[in-house]
C-alpha cells in the first residue's frame, strides 16, 4: 500500500515563509510526476505546482516567483516551499503521485492533506 503523508503546515502571518513536505512510503517501483494542490473553502481543488521524474517544474500563475517545487528521489519526498505568503493562500494543501508499482502499473495516490493558513 503507496502513502503520502504531508507535514509543515500552519499558521503564518503575510509574508512569511513555510516549506510543506510530502513523504511516499510503500512498494513503489519508480515515481512520475509528483505535485501540490490546494482547496480552499468553498472552492474547488486547484493545481499549485507539479515536478516530473526528470525534475522538469510547472507552477500556476499565482505561485509562480514565490513558490518552488522540488524531490529528493532517495528520500522519496517532495517539498514546496512557500515564500511571501498571501491570505489568499489559505487552503488545505495536499500532495499527489502518480507512480509506477511495477512495469506496466502505474497509480496515482493523494495524501490527507495539510492546513495553511495565513493571516492579514
Known amino acids: 500500500q503507496v502513502q503520502l503523508v504531508e507535514s509543515g503546515g500552519g499558521l503564518v502571518q503575510a509574508g512569511e515563509s513555510l516549506r510543506l513536505s510530502c513523504a511516499a512510503s510503500?512498494?513503489?517501483?519508480?515515481?512520475?510526476?509528483m505535485g501540490w494542490y490546494r482547496q480552499a473553502p468553498g472552492k474547488q481543488r486547484e493545481l499549485v505546482a507539479y515536478i516530473t521524474s526528470g525534475g522538469s517544474t510547472n507552477y500556476a500563475d499565482f505561485v509562480k516567483g514565490r513558490f518552488t517545487i522540488s524531490r529528493d528521489n532517495a528520500k522519496s519526498t517532495m517539498y514546496l516551499q512557500m515564500n511571501s505568503l498571501k491570505p489568499e493562500d489559505t487552503a488545505v494543501y495536499y500532495c499527489?503521485?502518480?507512480?509506477?508499482?511495477?512495469?506496466?502499473?502505474?497509480?496515482?495516490?493523494w495524501g490527507q492533506g495539510t492546513q495553511v493558513t495565513v493571516s492579514s
Open positions: 499527489a503521485a502518480d507512480v509506477a508499482l511495477r512495469i506496466g502499473v502505474q497509480a496515482a495516490y
Open positions: 510503500g512498494r513503489i517501483f519508480s515515481f512520475n510526476v
